[in-house]
């Protein structure tokens, strides 16, 4: 039950974040923000652990280089760049597809024990939904209707949401190795950054005003991206992975889509629709649906939420 509550923690947290970040698209860039945020985080986790993580085998490097590089880099680039075309709410909803790619990457690995008529008939009913939602968002009514910039905010919110599962499976790996949660982490952060800063000093645009660093809002927000979703949330992240397995743990993300819309309803006042509630209903059904597994006879299956 400790790992099941540290993996609903996770993902109220990382529910919020989209909002949060939505905030600081005011005054800074997606790739300003994603830098300041890892910095933020890392300096926080070299606090906690000061020390050089020892790898115990050289190769065991790529892990690292490849999950900084997805989980962090390449998911929060996409993200940050969506919820410039789209609504908190929409990237929020799509991005919590994250469950049903992890599956499919698992099956491809050969794991195909979550793959079954109930995982394929969810994947539907998900994927319907995040069509419904992006319908309500744009206020259309066919996807012939969708404009090019919010297409491609869905699209790279989706994106995302194939990446952070390939993260997942990796921070799986690495703890299946044995390595202490707090200090791969940090070596993961570190890795994500190799990565962020020269994209950022290449495509990011000037350096930030200092004004816009000294506005309370800003700093508050890039305080809880950075010390609390970033350092602190992936630590738990890693930890109920390790416990829980890349599956049942990433299956919590379906509960981000009702975080997001009920804090962007209430902090920046997006719109809320019959089309958009809808389409957060068929989404959690839909990974729900996914996640479940068929029980025989008076056996009991172990809850996998």
Known sequence: MRYHLIALFTVFVWGIT??????????????????LRFAVGFLGLC???????????????????TAGATGVAAYFLMENIALQWATATAVGVIVAAAPLFTALFQAVLG????????????????????????LGSTGTTT????????????????????VWAIYSLLVKRIGDLGYETVAATKRI???????????????????PAASSFANPVNTANLLFLGAVASAACFVTWGV???????????????????????ASILILSEPLNALIV?????????????????TKGASVRRPTV
Request: aromatic content about 12%; hydrophobic content about 60%.
């Open 18 to 35: 989209f909002v949060s970040t939505k905030v600081l698209l005011v005054d800074f860039s997606p790739f300003w923000i994603l830098l």
């Open 47 to 65: 606090v906690l652990r000061p020390r050089i993580l020892a790898l115990k085998e050289r190769r065991h490097e790529v892990l690292f280089v």
């Open 111 to 134: 794991d195909r024990s979550a793959l079954s008529a109930r995982f394929f008939l969810g994947f539907v009913v998900a994927m319907a939904g995040l069509v419904v939602v992006g």
């Open 143 to 162: 996807l012939l209707s969708w404009d090019t910039a919010s297409l491609l905010g869905y699209l790279l919110a989706l994106g995302a949401a194939v």
């Open 189 to 207: 952060f570190l890795w994500g950054l190799v990565f962020i800063v020269p994209v950022t000093l290449l495509f990011g645009g000037s350096v």
């Open 240 to 262: 109920a992975v390790k416990h829980l397995g890349a599956t049942t743990t990433t299956a919590y993300i379906y509960l981000v889509p009702a975080i997001t819309a009920t």
């Open 278 to 294: 809808s389409g957060i209903a068929l989404t959690i059904v839909g990974l729900a649906l996914s996640q479940s597994k068929k």
